[in-house]
């Protein structure tokens, strides 16, 4: 079964401190690959996608994360952080099969606390 | 706002008893997701169902059950509850199309305490 690492439980920066959020994956084939954030007493929300394509992907809120294939990787970057980025972030996988069947697995998550 | 909606916002209940949570897709989603999120076990999927019919079963166990309706909606039953069972519990809705990738939009949660 597929499983996904997210390397760092708790992070903490301050202002404008960039900000490197690992997460490696072990799945053979091809996949699709997430990041959620999960601000304080909100529900999960879609911070960028991969499926396929440039392996540098832009999401909302000024987030990146880079694709790298032969480290079964996709990290999370942002070059500034800000108080309000305070919240949770998971990695998520779903192996493409074509089947219909998108269920995805998640690293634990990674508490980012961002000291103004 | 992802435009899912789950009901109730909490829950409380005590061991053996059985509870209904209730999840609306967004418009024109089929495909209905289940999610348990727990300070031990993580963010787990239960099951997934596509327009009415069972497509992929998770760490669901037996004493849970899950249905979608015809109007989409989708409901989870769980039963004999155990403190264990205390958790967040996610919906999920996406379009889920065979053959083309596919982005999962979540709803507000209920959070279910077990007493």
């Known amino acids: 079964a597929q499983s996904v690492s997210q390397h760092n439980h708790h992070v903490i920066l301050s202002e404008a401190a960039s900000l490197e959020l690992g997460c490696n994956y072990s799945?053979?084939?091809?996949?699709?690959l997430f990041w959620y954030v999960q601000y304080p007493g909100q529900h999960l929300q879609l911070l960028l996608k991969?499926?396929?394509?440039?392996?540098l992907v832009k999401g909302i809120k000024g987030f990146e994360a880079e694709f790298i294939k032969s480290k079964f990787s996709f990290n999370l970057r942002k070059p500034s952080v800000q108080w309000s980025d305070t919240a949770e972030y998971f990695c998520?996988?779903?192996?493409?099969?074509?089947?219909?069947?998108?269920?995805?697995?998640f690293g634990k998550g990674t508490k980012l606390s961002v000291i103004p | 706002d992802s435009g899912v909606t789950q009901t109730p916002k909490h829950l409380i209940t005590a061991t053996g008893q059985r509870v209904t949570l209730r999840c609306s897709p967004r418009?024109?989603?089929?495909?209905v997701y289940w999610y348990q999120q727990s300070l031990d076990q993580g963010l787990q999927f239960l099951i997934q169902?596509?327009?009415?019919?069972?497509?992929a079963k998770g760490n669901i166990l037996e004493r849970f059950s899950a249905q979608q309706f015809p109007d989409l909606h989708s409901e989870l039953n769980l039963s004999s509850l155990e403190l264990g069972d205390s958790a967040l519990y996610f919906c999920?809705?996406?379009?889920?199309?065979?053959?083309?990738?596919?982005?999962?939009?979540f709803g507000p949660g209920t959070r279910l305490t077990v007493l």
């Open positions: 999920a809705s996406s379009v889920a199309g065979r053959g083309r990738p596919d982005t999962q939009y």
């Open positions: 799945y053979g084939g091809t996949v699709n």
């Open positions: 991969y499926f396929s394509g440039d392996p």
């Open positions: 998520a996988v779903n192996p493409y099969s074509g089947a219909g069947s998108y269920q995805l697995t």
């Open positions: 418009s024109g989603d089929l495909s």
């Open positions: 169902y596509y327009n009415g019919e069972e497509r």
